[in-house]
């Protein structure tokens, strides 16, 4: 299992702070986009990445707003739901990756959750050729608004079945989507996953929709 080590992601003019693992000969690199008043803390998300490291995939997790941007709760509230500037930011952090010899290799991927969904969306609309597959929690892919009709790559929508709102809103952005897709519907569940089995199941659909189109370590190890 990788170790998990804390990073300066550099993205455009600011520093942020981001936490990095990469399992030995992984193949791909998952980068976490949460959704509004998270960090790069979630539990839930850091759930999600632990799972994918077990399968052997990269995981970097960062903070799309700086310190000084949180502080101010004004800028806060309205840059967390600015889509353009949370894929911006999130375009960014990309370069930085591929200018990081360490990770320039691996094939790359979005993890979003709900604002932070859109925002991997929209932002892999405008690397059709460097990302490699997208996956959502509980996202508001709605609010990718004209990106969805370019999103190019495969891309899983996960939705709590009793989170009758999103459901909803994830089913007609479905139907604007060009690139292959799938929505996974777990019963009984809401916008947060809390119910018994099922941010596991999330993990569990993530891990195989990302090394089914990025490559992991472990399919590595088991060929002949």
């Known amino acids: 299992m990788a170790v998990e080590r804390e990073v300066e992601v550099r993205a455009g003019g600011v520093v942020l702070g981001g936490t990095l693992a990469v399992p030995e000969g992984a193949r791909g690199l998952v980068i976490f986009a949460h959704g509004s008043g998270s960090s790069r803390h979630s539990p839930r998300n850091r759930y999600v990445a632990y799972t994918l490291r077990t399968a052997g995939l990269g995981t970097l997790l ?76 509980g996202g508001r892919a709605d609010l990718a608004g004209g990106a969805l009709q370019r999103v190019m790559v495969p891309t899983l929508l996960i939705v709590g079945g009793s989170d009758d709102i999103v459901l909803d809103l994830n089913q007609r ?52």
């Open 62 to 137: 960062f903070d799309l707003l700086t310190e000084d941007e949180e502080a101010e709760d004004d800028v806060t509230a309205a840059l967390r739901f600015d889509i353009d500037f949370l894929a911006r930011r999130l375009g960014q952090v990309t370069d930085w990756v591929f200018a990081n010899p360490e990770l320039s290799g691996l094939r790359v991927g979005y993890f979003g959750s709900s604002t932070g969904a859109a925002a991997a969306l929209v932002a892999a609309a405008e690397k059709p050729e460097t990302i490699g597959a997208v996956v959502s929690r």
């Open 173 to 224: 952005a479905l139907e604007r989507m060009m690139a292959p897709k799938a929505l996974e519907v777990i019963p009984g569940a809401t916008h947060l996953f809390e119910e018994r089995g099922a941010l596991e199941r999330v993990a569990g659909l993530a891990a195989g929709w990302f090394t089914r189109f990025l490559g992991s370590a472990l399919e590595v190890e088991a060929r002949p």
